[in-house]
């Protein structure tokens, strides 16, 4: 069964502690992307991945860092330097690069105790 | 400074009507627009897309236009279902250095009333 894992659903983060969202994907995309979406908001461009080992800043990645080190997994760490970690974070993936389409995962919506 | 914007944040529709959604864009670069639904506490999925060189796409209920000069594009949905009820996003293809990247509006909530 194809397309894109976000485990897990539910994730609760302690005050000054780290915590790592999965993302797996069995699509072969080479491009994944982390987001951040806030109530009544648009989605907003945590990190991306064109390529294995590689990855790029987005538009809000104070307080994240990820890896790339295989082509099917991209992890989101949510450090303790974000300190409005609250929000539904979704992962996506993009196929090759005559296609512009990004396909999503289900979302991990992280809380903070 | 939102360079995708999804005006109306709400739209109430009767079922078997049309829907249009609307979305405007400031930035002449953007050349690949696209089309999401989402659900609740779930990821967006795709709906349609468009490049800047077509002025119209239509994929079932589903049509997307594009007016260049007035950088507006909107998505047409008829008849509109129950289901449909949803948030709808707009998305703009742009190169960002040697990367492609998406700029997303802030969504319209449809509710397709029985």
């Known amino acids: 069964d194809g397309g894109i894992t976000q485990s897990p659903k539910y994730l609760f983060r302690k005050e000054g502690q780290n915590v790592t969202l999965s993302c797996e994907q069995n699509l072969n995309h080479d491009a994944m992307y982390w987001y951040r979406q806030d109530p009544g908001q648009g989605l907003r461009l945590i990190y991306y991945s064109q390529i294995v080992n590689d990855f790029q800043k987005g538009d809000i990645a104070e307080g994240y860092s990820v890896s790339r080190e295989k082509k099917e997994s991209f992890p989101l760490t949510v450090t303790s330097a974000q300190k409005n970690p609250t929000a539904f974070y979704l992962c996506?993936?993009?196929?090759?690069?005559?296609?512009?389409?990004?396909?999503f995962g289900p979302g991990t919506r992280l809380l903070v105790l | 400074d939102q360079q995708v914007k999804q005006n109306s944040p709400s739209l109430s529709v009767q079922e078997g009507r049309i829907s249009i959604l609307n979305c405007d864009y400031t930035?002449?670069?953007?050349?690949?627009f696209l089309w999401y639904k989402k659900y609740p506490a779930e990821g967006p999925t795709f709906l349609i897309s468009?490049?800047?060189i077509k002025d119209k796409n239509e994929d079932g209920r589903f049509t997307v236009f594009l007016n260049k000069s007035a950088k507006h594009l909107s998505l047409h949905i008829v008849p509109s279902q129950p289901g449909d009820s949803a948030v709808y996003f707009c998305?703009?293809?742009?190169?960002?250095?040697?990367?492609?990247?998406?700029?997303w509006g802030l969504g319209t909530s449809l509710a397709v009333n029985p």
């Open positions: 998305a703009a293809k742009i190169y960002a250095g040697n990367n492609r990247k998406l700029i």
């Open positions: 468009i490049s800047s």
């Open positions: 996506a993936t993009k196929g090759t690069s005559g296609q512009e389409t990004q396909y």
């Open positions: 930035n002449s670069m953007f050349d690949y």
